[in-house]
Each structure stands twice: as structure tokens, then as C-alpha cells.
């Protein structure tokens, strides 16, 4: 079962303010594999993550269409957080006005500062697994414990 703790939910909500922007994984139809950073990246419930893409042609937007299983990193290396996840989960775009409001209103002020005119797209991220030190540490499948390096 996926419980992320509350202080593990503040640290990706303040990511984007921070400069901790994490750094998201999808996978392209011939199996490469695409990184990059999305500042708007928050906690939507204790197993959930979202994002609020600015823009509708997002490469990210097209990737989990046709494969939903994305990664996340974020890295605290400061000593008193040295806090690191790896999240692994499954993405879909959110069609749903009420609930892409929801989304785009969580999102750090910076980011909807940016899409002041809210065009852009949301996105539910329901997680799979944690992982820290190559552990799983919480899983929605039961399998906490489990090396993955």
C-alpha cells in the first residue's frame, strides 16, 4: 500500500520553489526512454502525484497515451532533509474540467503564473512503488523490501 508521508508530500511541493525540480521519466513508442524536469510536479493524495504540463503538446503528453508508466526522481542532498525517491507510477492525461482545476490550483504559484490562462493539461500520476538506496521502501503491489538495483 502507497502512503506517502506527509513530510515526503511537503518536499515535492515545495520542490519548484526550492530548486529540487524533479525529474521525470516516460517511454517513447520504440521503447527510448525521455527525461525532463517539471516544475509543476506536486503531491495530489498520499498515493498520488500530479503535473500541470503548460503546454498541450508536451512530448510527456503523447509518451503515456500510448505507455502510462513513468518514473520520477527527486533529490535532496542537503544534510538535513538527505532525502531521495524514486517513484515510479502510472500517468494519464485529466479530462475532467473539476478535477484539471484541482490540479492546475495545487500547483506551485510559479508554474500557474506561467499558464495564467490555464491551457495547459493535467495529469494524474498514480504510484506503483518507492524506491530508495535501490529498495523498494512502499509498494501498491505488496512487494516493500525487494532490491530493484
Not at 502510472?90 to 495545487?106: G, N, V
Request: net charge negative; glycine share 6%; hydrophobic share 35%.
Amino acid at each position: 500500500m502507497i502512503q506517502l508521508p506527509e513530510n515526503w508530500q511537503t518536499a515535492l511541493n515545495n520542490a519548484r520553489i526550492e530548486n529540487k525540480t524533479p525529474l521525470w521519466s516516460s517511454v517513447e513508442a520504440d521503447g527510448q526512454p525521455s527525461i525532463a524536469y517539471y516544475g509543476s510536479t506536486h503531491a495530489h493524495s498520499d498515493h498520488e502525484l500530479s503535473l500541470w504540463m503548460r503546454t498541450s503538446g508536451r512530448g510527456f503528453l503523447r509518451r503515456i497515451e500510448g505507455n502510462p508508466k513513468v518514473t520520477m526522481l527527486y533529490n535532496d542532498p542537503t544534510p538535513e532533509s538527505r532525502l531521495t525517491l524514486l517513484i515510479q507510477g502510472e500517468a494519464k492525461r485529466i479530462t475532467d474540467p473539476a478535477l484539471a482545476k484541482q490540479i492546475y490550483d495545487q500547483s506551485p504559484e510559479p508554474e500557474r503564473t506561467a499558464d495564467a490562462n490555464m491551457e495547459g493539461v493535467a495529469v494524474l500520476v498514480d504510484i506503483v512503488r518507492i524506491i530508495q538506496r535501490g529498495e523498494v521502501v512502499q509498494s501498491r503491489d505488496g512487494e516493500s523490501g525487494t532490491k530493484v538495483d
